[in-house]
């Protein structure tokens, strides 16, 4: 069994955030996995700022799996 770390828990265990839409305020409903949701009003794209240890942990890529690992590194480029 891996040690779990805070920001792998994050990621783990989705929760629904609620974003506001930049364009006309609406509520926009994101998981903490999704880098980005379209808003249901008016389909403007609302980014997710995920802080993930995968941009720095060194365990992190054993921690969430490769594919994931992957996928949120990418998102910080
Ligand atoms: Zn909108």
């Given at each position: 069994m891996i040690f779990k770390c805070p920001g792998a828990a994050n990621i783990r265990t989705p929760t629904i955030k609620i974003k506001k839409c930049p364009r006309c305020g609406g509520e926009v409903e994101l998981f903490s996995i999704d880098m980005k949701a379209d808003c249901p009003s008016c389909g403007q794209t609302v980014f997710n700022n995920i802080s993930s240890?995968?941009?720095?942990?060194?365990y992190a890529e054993q921690c969430l799996g490769t594919e994931t690992f992957q996928k949120f590194k990418q998102q910080g480029k």
């Open positions: 240890c995968a941009q720095y942990c060194q």
